[in-house]
């Protein structure tokens, strides 16, 4: 008994310790980290068909920043591609 006893406590308790770390850590990050914002709303603007666009200004391809207002009454097509990053 006593040997199983002291396999346990150099084994056992640090890999449970482990596993409740990592259990934690997980439901933490699955939660959002307490972000005030919801994690399932991060970044997402919800809008319909024929609503307008909300204001923004992104980076474009030649690294110049470029703004929904410079094309004020043209149409426009976003492309997002995972490109150089």
């Known amino acids: 008994m006593s040997q199983w006893l002291s396999r346990w406590n150099r084994i056992g308790l ?18 959002g980290g307490g972000d005030d914002v919801p994690r ?3 970044g997402q603007v919800s809008l319909a ?3 307008a666009a ?3 200004s992104l980076a474009a391809a030649g690294g110049e920043d470029v ?7 043209k149409t426009v097509l976003l ?7």
Do not use: C, H, K, V
Request: negative net charge.
């Open 40 to 42: 399932e709303n991060r």
């Open 49 to 51: 068909a024929g609503d």
């Open 67 to 73: 703004s929904l207002a410079d094309f004020s009454g």
């Open 14 to 31: 640090p890999l449970l310790g482990g596993l409740i770390i990592i259990a934690a850590t997980a439901i933490i990050w699955r939660q």
């Open 79 to 85: 492309y997002f591609s995972m490109g150089y990053g």
């Open 54 to 56: 909300p204001e923004f």
